[in-house]
């Protein structure tokens, strides 16, 4: 037996208890004759005592960082308590050990301020993984996994597993194929989802399907996205939108309390799309703080993905009347859009600078930023005194609801870049006023987007969430009635299909869209009426979908759900900014793993076994 | 809202509630002038009775068999109970109803007993999913998913994703493969099976991992093989076999408890792989019934895998005396082995012939079959009467533990196929006297398997569980001071390596492998040492396995698993032979997904992107 307890459990009231564990050594001390060794585990750490008798035993077999090793010995107080571990009150006098193996000087100290860069890390992710900053993610990410099951569980969720060998029909994201040795020339796809099958599961009448489960993109890797990552994939059956929202919200809040012990009790926020667009400039805001958009100019015009997005809520035309002066700038501009920062209105001309070079980086943009300073005395100073008086400078603060202390930033250019640095923006200066705190969570529902996007290169359709996600039920009698054929490209606009709101709802946290989903379209023609403004031939629907469309034939229930970004949720919630610190073993932005050095070549048997070669430049 | 309730939960004290309900239509029967309709979902079955006044609708709207409708109406006590349904006292007197979804007429019935054939059956399966028959093994399947997962998480077992893009490191089953697209010329494996991942995970100080994951196969595929399956993967650091045994044995019966309702009480049995082959001539004997093997020849011979395996319980020579006479054929045989089969001395001339054929099939591959009859009043009667006098009859008779009514049936020919042979006869007549209960579920232990296998066609070992099984501690002596090299072909049994054990152990559960495992290596010399025994040059190991040995220097704990086949585990607890039944979208025994039509082409866009064109002959 190599162990009677862990590194974690021995405490004061097991003195004088003859014990064994097993262990890493964690560090060596030598004082005099005796030797400290605190010795580590997954359950923690315990303060092991090498007395005089065992030094020429020691001597003869040193203890050296990260080897294994296994003591007997009696547990003792100690007489230099620590007070910052839980088995900081006792230690082990040791009578013998055993080396159960060496360990060569690990590449990087594990400690959770360690030496080590990423790279070495990632190829020794082996080591990185007993760092406790690393062990600490990836057991908040169990704790995730197990209270979502266990919700889900008393919902009366199923988990059903899908296939992961399935058919190509690449829709959007690119599939990762897999060669077919039995069926030469043909290929599998791995899974972008498991949303087709949920589906038929629905059809089937499981009614309540979930799976955490492995999904697989083959896309052009941003900083923090991997190939495969895994989802909290969920389907119901004999539901609409609004069982949807209640059940998982549900299921956050469970996964809240689980996980972190925080009680949510407040109603979760819910927004449209457009408002979403208009106040924050983009579809996952962070509602932690406010510093919401004002649009000084109020033409009916479009934004962001050309659709049309002014909300009904919106003040109407105080804000344009703001604006008015000789300000060539602002006039010619498409969009005018004001920020109001809380108690800047002090900012030096350094701090200011920084914000305009902020706006001018590439990743931005913008050629500028205007500032409009709201003194405590109720005086304005601004960067254009020249063409606003301090009526106009006052109106403007008004219009965007600024009090004496803020700053206002402006930003003014063409309507989709300035709303999204706008946008930017906003969160960079809730940076940089602490306003965004990662210990507050704050959750919203985006509701009502729009069911297509306009694709300029093909001048058609392309579905915003998925072909199957259906239009609201007001708009189903349009998408049904009208040719999805855009005639005049210039007026994409007017096609009807353009207004189409899709049963499509996206839950936001801290800024960050962690789940997403939508009703689905369950009755054939409609179907079919999706795949055909998505630019699909009738012979290509079959082809790709016959199943599902088969599958509608026969008795196919309304019927919903929603998909999680696992890792996501579990960065968020601890909270870090990286999906990579939240995977036991991620690739890097290649693609790579660089601990197991894949992907690599295979050999010339396989590949002619698989009926395929290879095509290299 | 579509329903306030579901099919399967309404009952006598819910008269003169006002419900609604939605689900499929069972069946519609008309009376006159009302009709019964049974609505079915997820949860049961519910009569819904459409009195005179909706007679007009439904003759506008008739309903037909897997229509999806919604209904609102009173609940109701029937008139006429249907004891065989939990909601059989009741009935919906219904008010209104709406037709959500209509239904072709269903290629098969969707009952127990349907009348659609395996085919269409697969090509429609999200119609077979709603047969009751399929539901109950998949809730099955989801039950034994969460009672391992409950136990796993009480014994401190972590569930930790390991990733599906790994390294091809092809060593006995082919991996697919995955062309990855940003590293042209390069490809991804799938995992067969998570094994350096939860071994590294061990080095990285996680101590108890699992995982319910897919890992998938590139076979030929038998009867009851699929691509893709599903396996509880666990691993323990700082453990000894014993305690893997204990740990896993625990789980079994656990699962057994949650799912079943069955108390295990008594002990798990255990065998060795050498007994389990010269008492039931396989390593995965169904010991819910005896009838042992009897071999009565007994030279210190080799059999089955060409090692070494004459365990030293065996009872020394009584039976080889026993079967001394002029009798050439078992003279002359390699082997003559014997099974006592209870209570068939009475077995008819057509009887027997019919088990002589039996042997003769090709499968089994046997020239005959003899017997002895041993009469109740003590007397025998034998097919090779012949040559053995009733006092030899007798001392056969003794020698296999046959008591008088029993009939003994004797095999004799090369040791290998003819022991193969008794094992399939011992198992045809276990099934034909009813001594193989469905409802009876007996463990077994299988320990001390061989550590290496002898490939013929390539004079080397290959390993008998996986390249990563340790040996027995007393046999690492033996490993690492010889040469692996096989210098003499025909006298490979005289090999040190021939009788090296592994630390490894099978799970069998009425005569199939449910689980199986071993305590790992995890000393680098001695993994190099096994690399090198398989015939892997040292660049060889490092290319496919450096990480590993590079993980092995820094203080990897000694440490062990186990996987059990998911699908099989689900099966046998089902009761039934097939693993496709408790699967949701099995493949067929072409790796074809039938109703997905997959695998399939893809455009070549998608290979000139992957780098790879088609090689077809």
Redesign the interface.
Known sequence: ???THTCGELRLNQVSTSVTL????QTVRKFGSITFVDL????GITQLLFGEALQPVLDAQPLGR???I?VTGTVQERSNKNTQIPTGDIEIAVEEFKI?????V?PFTITDDTDGGDDIRMK????D??RNAV?KN??L??AV??AA?NYL?EQGF???????????T?EGA?????????????????PQSPQT?KQ??M??????YYQIV?C?R?E??RADRQ??F?QIDCEMA???QE?ILQMFEGLIKHIFKAVKGIDYTEKVERTTWEEAMWMYGNDKPDIRFGMQLTNLKFPQHTFVNKQVAVPSTTKGNAEHAALESDFAVFNDAETVIAIAAPNCSEYTRKQTDELVEWVKRPQIGMKGLAFIKCNTDGSFKSSIDKFYSEEKLAAIAQACGAQKGDLILLLAGAEERTRKAASELRLEMGKRLNLRNPNEFKLLWVLDFPLFEYAEDDNRWVARHHPFTSPKPSDIATMINNNPAIENAAKYLEHPYANIKANAYDMVLNGNEIGGGSIRI??RELQEKMFAALGMSPEEALHKF??LL?????????HGGIAFGFDRLCSILGGSESIRDF???P?NN????V?????????DK????????????
């Open positions: 037996m190599y162990r097993a262990g890493w050594v580590r585990d997954r359950y990260e080897y294994v296994t159960l193996n060496k360990s060569a690990p020794y992710r082996y080591l993984l007993r062990k990836l057991e990410r169990y996994n197990r099951r569980h199923m988990d059903i597993e899908t296939p992961f060998l399935i058919k190509s690449p690119r599939d990762f194929v897999v060669p077919s040795r039995m069926n030469a020339g043909e290929f599998y796809a791995l099958f038929l599961l059809v089937s009448g499981y009614d309540r492995k697989f083959d052009d890797l190939p495969e895994t004999f539901v609409e069982d369950f009755q016959g199943f088969g599958a509608f034939e026969y008795g196919a229930p309304p995977i036991a073993f690739k290649s693609g790579r793993d601990m197991l050095d894949a992907p690599s070549s295979i050999d396989q590949l002619t076994e698989l009926s395929i070669k290879l095509n290299l430049a």
